[in-house]
């Protein structure tokens, strides 16, 4: 489904990607793991559009996308869910969902799109009416997935989904991460807590320094001695 083909990216003359090759296949949890500044975000961002690549291709369904812009990307079907939720604070729950409904081909669908979002997270149907600002931050969480999801992806782009939430709320993100998959969906996801991350994807990615050092199917990398040591502190 996604192709990345040794990218180069640069934050003006700081070089942050070097020669990144990254695979994902359709219907998958794929896993990008590694430390604070390691490339994970940019990688993302490279994908959706905010930061154009120096060198190297991304492909999408066969087709490129390198360098066009965000909202050409989003219509292809890539959703990127950024780190931190930032929701539209003083919008209402419902009105958040509906702004990731914008493109035509979802608006005249929002209902229905809306009552599969309701299924899959309970607690925004019943706080629909409420101002995103008055949610918890799991809820805020579950809010800014569900307005990506909004846009009827192919494929939805995850960062830190578990950042700053409680260990009761972060084996629920997994879950519904995990949900999303098995109804067919496909994510790429970039998540701090290697552990979780590794026990529920199906291949995974260490980046460091910019570099893809390691790959593998996410059993194998939980297992694997570097892995281990660096990020699981075994």
């Not at 070089?15 to 990008?32: F, G």
């Not at 219509?75 to 939720?85: A, D, M, V």
């Not at 830190?160 to 109804?183: H, K, N, W, Y």
Request: aromatic fraction near 6%.
């Amino acid at each position: 489904m996604l192709e990345i083909k040794n990218i180069d990216a640069f934050y003006g003359k700081t070089q942050a990607l070097y020669d990144v090759s990254i695979r994902v296949n359709q219907a998958e949890i794929v896993a990008l793991i590694g430390s604070n500044g390691a490339g994970k975000t940019t990688t993302l961002n490279a994908i959706s559009g905010l930061l154009r690549p120096a060198s190297g291709s991304i492909e999408f369904l066969g087709e490129k996308i390198t360098g066009r812009k965000t909202f050409s990307i989003v219509e292809k079907g890539i959703c990127h869910i950024p780190e931190g939720r930032r929701p539209f604070a003083d919008m209402s729950v419902r009105e958040n969902l509906e702004m990731g409904a914008y493109l035509p081909r979802v608006w005249k669908n929002r209902e229905k799109a809306l009552e599969q979002i309701f299924a899959v997270f309970p607690v925004l149907e019943k706080k629909q009416n409420l101002l995103a600002r008055a949610l918890s931050g799991g809820e805020q969480q579950m809010l800014v997935m569900g307005r990506g999801m909004m846009s009827n992806p192919k494929l939805c782009m995850i960062d830190e989904p578990s950042s700053g939430l409680a260990p009761i709320l972060i084996a629920e993100i997994f879950r519904i991460v995990q949900t999303l998959r098995d109804q067919g969906m496909t994510i790429l996801l970039i998540e701090q807590n290697v552990r979780h991350s590794l026990e529920i994807a199906d291949r995974g990615y260490v980046i460091e320094n910019g570099r893809v050092v390691l790959e593998g199917k996410g059993k194998d990398l939980l297992g694997d001695d570097m892995v281990k040591k660096a990020y699981l502190g075994l």
